[in-house]
């Protein structure tokens, strides 16, 4: 804790009035980019957010008759349908904030996408906070552990 601070920000909780949603978001962008395109995979079968990733992680270790990476490669078939769409429609420029960026992202899959459930505009908003990753990946290369550093 600094002198500026006054609390320990390690520990602040979302406000009471936070969107679930943007709660579940934030959890999202925590998966693996495999396991995102996976349940925007899956999210074309069911659109819950909840229950896709509980399918996706079941997937993951055997459990679910699909594999990850079918669900996967069907992410990635949504997403390359998808991708010209998202990018089409004009942002805001990045928040800086997670939540404040999980919200102004949302709000961009919501126009490019309309009619999509629960689900898809979750997994589509997570994968388009982290389309670099899922671009690498789409196109069949490894994410970047490390964003490249350019040399000064």
């Not at 002198?3 to 999202?28: K, M, N």
């Amino acid at each position: 804790m600094s002198e500026q601070e006054p609390y320990d920000s390690r520990f602040t909780l979302p406000d009471v009035d936070a969107w679930p949603e943007t709660e579940a978001g934030v959890i999202l962008l925590g998966l693996d980019p495999d396991r995102l395109l996976a349940g925007l995979g899956f999210a074309a079968l069911a659109d819950d957010p909840g229950l896709v990733t509980q399918v996706v992680d079941q997937a993951r270790h055997g459990v679910f008759t699909a594999d990850l990476a079918g669900l996967a490669e069907a992410g990635v078939a949504r997403w390359r349908a998808l991708r010209p769409a998202l990018a089409a429609v004009p942002g805001r420029p990045a928040a800086g904030a997670l939540r404040q960026e999980w919200a102004n992202s949302a709000d961009l899959v919501a126009v490019a996408v309309p009619g999509a459930g629960p689900a898809a505009l979750a997994y589509l908003t997570a994968c388009w906070i982290r389309r670099d990753e899922i671009d690498r990946l789409a196109e069949g290369k490894e994410p970047d552990v490390l964003p490249e550093v350019a040399a000064g």
